[in-house]
């Protein structure tokens, strides 16, 4: 189950990060960074239109459909971009349908595997299903720049198309659903029953509303480095196939950092200890980026990949601790209202930050991104909440 919801939103997140690593082309062809990086962020728009629904289905018809079926849809949808490479809008269009289709395996993956370990081995199996996100972005870094410099977009499309069908075929035979509690089964089976088997934990306290917005602040630093990273080395004097090598081995690094921060969690019994450590460390690396790029420092390599690992870190923590918050039943939309917060800011992240290099150049704009995770160690909890 682990293996499969780990590929199953690698091949997604490949999907979903391919525009942003085709900024290079496009700006090569006469976009300028705002208009690249908002045709960049229509998966990201995409899948915050769909997260929550995707959240609701899970929870009412169970994991294994809605990952099978959403790659079936997803599939379809990279089909569909591949079609309309030459047209701008209409690829635009497709990869805002394939953002809408690949929210699936957001939203389900992490049911499977919160369904199938115990709490004492929660945060590290869910650090390693949070390690799909680098490493899908890992594998659009090492092969969607080149050939799409090389070969044009279409190439660029060939391995997400054939991945997200690979993975709809895998999941569709191999994800079994995990055992629920009777009576979230008894609230699947009727709606009546639905409203009283298990209380809404978003009316109990704020605590989900506090890890949501602490994500959201947090995502964004990881975004303006999966976005713009490649951009920045590129303006430092890197190759483009160069620059992307080193950010898909930044992208690794951090997969791996998931792991460790995961089981560190496990070994501490904690998800918002370790949670708040990791915002600390957002703002110190990238205030130490900013300076890099000031000062020309020879050590940006070593930087963006210790940047990359810390920015990334949080994900699987505040993932976890949202899912034991919820409960079985919740777990599904409380998971998609989480994901939705984030890909909001992540949205925003492409044209925004665009911009905002645009006025103030790369340094001024990773000063202003450390200033996000300050604002956001406050709103951490200061202790866990589960249903276990």
């Not at 690949?102 to 949070?130: C, D, H, K, Y």
């Not at 972005?137 to 054939?162: D, W």
């Not at 605590?207 to 917005?213: G, K, T, V």
């Not at 699987?316 to 409960?327: D, K, P």
């Amino acid at each position: 189950m682990l293996s499969l919801g780990v590929a199953a939103q690698a091949a997604g997140t490949l999907v979903v990060t391919a525009p942003a690593l085709l900024i290079p082309h496009l700006h090569g062809a006469g976009m300028s960074l705002a208009q690249a990086g908002l045709f960049a962020a229509a998966p990201t728009a995409g899948m915050v239109l769909t997260l929550i629904a995707w959240g609701a289905v899970t929870d009412r018809i169970g994991e294994r459909v809605v990952i099978a079926g959403g790659l079936v849809l997803t599939t379809l949808a990279v089909a569909g971009a591949w079609l309309a490479a030459g047209d701008p809008v209409l690829l635009g269009l497709a990869f805002l349908a394939a953002g809408m289709t690949s929210a699936s395996t957001n939203a389900a993956s992490g049911r499977v595997v919160v369904g199938w370990f115990p709490r004492e081995r929660r945060g590290l199996a869910m650090g390693i299903r949070q390690m799909s996100q680098p490493l899908g972005v890992t594998l659009a870094a090492v092969t969607v720049p080149p050939l799409a410099e090389t070969s044009g977009i279409r190439a660029a499309l060939v391995l997400p198309l054939l991945l997200c069908a690979l993975l709809a075929a895998l999941s569709a035979v191999g994800i079994v659903d995990p055992p629920r509690p009777p009576a979230v089964l008894a609230a699947v089976t009727s709606t009546a029953a639905a409203g009283t088997a298990t209380a809404n934990p978003y009316r109990s306290d704020g605590f989900l509303w506090r890890i949501h917005a602490v994500s959201v602040l947090l995502v964004v630093p990881q975004f303006t480095l999966s976005t713009y990273g490649l951009v920045w080395l590129v303006t430092l004097g890197w190759s483009t196939s160069a620059a992307s090598l080193l950010v898909g081995a930044a992208q690794f690094v951090g997969a791996v950092g998931r792991i460790l921060v995961g089981l560190w969690s496990d070994r501490v019994g904690s998800r918002v200890g370790p949670l708040r450590v990791v915002a600390v460390s957002a703002a110190v690396v990238m205030v130490v980026l900013a300076l890099v790029d000031v000062t020309h420092l020879p050590a940006a390599a070593v930087v963006l990949v210790v940047a990359t690992s810390v920015t990334v870190a949080d994900n699987g923590l505040a993932y976890t601790s949202v899912a034991e918050a919820a409960g079985p039943f919740w777990s599904g939309r409380a998971l998609g209202a989480q994901n939705t917060g984030q890909f909001i800011a992540a949205s925003a992240v492409g044209p925004g930050v665009g911009a905002l290099v645009g006025l103030v150049g790369f340094a001024g704009s990773f000063l202003l991104v450390a200033a996000l995770p300050v604002l956001a160690l406050p709103l951490v909890p200061r202790t866990d909440r589960s249903h276990d």
